[in-house]
DNA sequence: CAGCGTAATTTTGAATTCATAATTATGTCA
DNA sequence: TGACATAATTATGAATTCAAAATTACGCTG
């Protein structure tokens, strides 16, 4: 049995919900990088006690998005450049595997996909519509690991992408980054295509490596 | 209620002690695979109560070692094919990347300490000390990823790595397994002395299907 | 008024309680 | 006896309670 499987079991459970919710509340930034996780707020927001949110932290404590200080409560962790240099290496070794087996697995339709997201993502970049880039951008990245038939590999690249979603950085770029970025793109859908396994994985790492640098060019400059 | 005083829990975060007890249990099978996990025996065994036990059963399951069923409580996860196939390719990759790290960040003490670890572990290889040599092994493991200097990536490693160590799969070897394994190790101490990144890799990645191999052909043979 | 020490309040960590779901035990009837 | 329905028991999920720690408020001294 997959992670994958037993976890849509779960779903029902009150923490589960709440890890979900509490994800969403810290990568939308309505829980501040930095901040205090106001228990007793959230428990009257939610309308739960004290116990399931307090489970639903402890989860996200050990994917390292709040942080744990005893007797003073949680904290949401800030995004630092220390954490952008290691995350993004072990991402990219991820994505470039995930490359690799989608190309052996991956379905006509699925490549079909794939491409009209693609399309779709082109359009949203010569709108200048950077929402609607990278929502498409995600899931571009999820259909090639859906693709890559590994739940494993899903849920570990998914736990590292939202490590680095907290804040908006990643949507910061400059206009030379967006081209280059988009020009990656079509190398991943051209060689996806071809399903060539080999050029994906160096393609994807590649990719990987550009956005860790333009991360930290963003860090930088703050 | 009796007190066990040597294994009542003394650290401060109650729940972070018992996800590692859990974990040992575990792993040393004292909770059986596919078995239930006993609540109120454990809350009697450690001296706590449910509330903290249960944080780190939640902790357990998104890590994938146990796994929660509504209103049945927790169960101890099971080692499947399924499991191995998916997550042998994934540890593959990140220990293949940490090779790599590795020969860039580490030191001539720290390789002294991993030939020290390596020449134990031979020895307990013609001792035919299966437990020993095992010990050692991890050890040997560990140390690459340390001197990898990527926390991140230590913490996904390990993350998986104790996934595949439930049951003592792992330690069932054929002679013919144990040669190869051992003749695996001395590359990969040959590679790293030499910091040759590229070849501790490719050496790391074919170690670990070698073992998703060894582990699979023993879970059919069950 | 600033700085410091102490009391009041709030927050946290963990035990306890309580309603409900699941399991086991008991009794009935063919 | 064995299948089934129902009662008793147990376990679970979540709210509540409680002691201890941390924070804040207050008042005193200089």
Redesign the pocket.
């Known amino acids: 049995m997959t992670l994958h499987t037993s976890q849509t079991i779960i779903r029902k459970?009150?923490?589960h919900e709440l890890v979900d919710r509490l994800q969403t509340l810290i990568i939308n930034s309505e829980l501040k990088p930095g901040g205090?996780?106001?228990?007793?707020e959230l428990?009257d927001q939610f309308?739960?006690?004290?116990?399931?949110?307090?489970?639903a932290l402890k989860v996200l404590a050990s994917d390292g998005l709040v942080r744990?200080?005893?007797?003073?409560?949680?904290w949401v962790t800030q995004v630092t450049e220390e954490e952008v240099e290691e995350v993004f290496p072990v991402l990219g070794a991820l994505e470039a595997l995930s490359g690799e087996l989608a190309c052996k697995h991956i379905t006509d339709a699925e490549i079909e996909e794939v491409r009209a997201l693609h399309a779709d993502m082109i359009e949203s970049y010569e709108r200048r519509d950077l929402d609607a880039y990278f929502s498409i951008n995600q899931k571009i990245h999820r259909a090639i690991l859906t693709a890559a038939r590994n739940g494993t590999l899903a849920t570990s690249c998914q736990a590292l992408s939202l490590r680095m979603q907290r804040a908006r950085y990643l949507a910061n770029m400059t206009d030379g980054r967006w081209f280059d970025a988009v020009q990656e793109h079509e190398k991943i859908l051209q060689y996806l295509v071809a399903r060539d396994g080999k050029q994906l994985a160096i393609t994807l790492l590649k990719h990987m490596e550009a956005k860790r640098a333009s991360v930290i060019k963003w860090l930088q400059s703050q």
């Open positions: 459970s009150l923490h205090r996780v106001p228990e007793k428990c309308g739960v006690s004290r116990t399931p949110l307090r489970e744990l200080e005893p007797n003073r409560g949680a």
